[in-house]
Nanobody, 121 residues
Framework: QVQLVESGGGLVQAGGSLRLSCVAS????????MGWYRQPPGKQRELVAL???????KYADSVKGRFTVSRDNAKNTMYLQMNSLKPEDTDVYYC???????????????WGQGTQVTVSS
């Protein structure tokens, strides 16, 4: 089993910054993709940012140029630096990872519990 612990959420004024962290622990052989998602009320969970094991990144159009995703493979940790925050960024942000728990070529997906980000206008 793999556990994900997110931190760094909170309340910030528009234009401010926050840095989210996600630490993975447990039965981890290797971590492939890591990502951040959010789920606006009444909508499906949507991708915010994704980072591959080699460092390739992908962002939602709405956060390009403002958010930066990074990872520290030695610490099994992913970060999301959020700058120039807007009220519409308010949401619960979920950490997502795809993990191999053994040397076998099987991957499993895990989700964190989420961390609340609130941006006031």
């Amino acid at each position: 089993q793999v556990q994900l612990v997110e931190s760094g959420g909170g309340l910030v004024q528009a234009g401010g910054s926050l840095r989210l962290s996600c630490v993975a622990s447990g039965s981890i052989f290797s971590i492939n993709a890591m990502g951040w998602y959010r789920q606006p009320p009444g909508k499906q969970r949507e991708l915010v940012a994704l980072i591959s094991s080699s460092g390739g990144t992908k962002y939602a159009d709405s956060v390009k140029g403002r958010f930066t995703v990074s990872r520290d493979n030695a610490k099994n940790t992913m970060y999301l630096q959020m700058n120039s925050l807007k009220p519409e960024d308010t949401d619960v942000y979920y950490c997502y990872v795809t993990v191999r728990t053994t040397p076998q070529p099987y991957e499993y997906q895990f989700w964190g519990q989420g961390t609340q980000v609130t941006v006031s206008s």
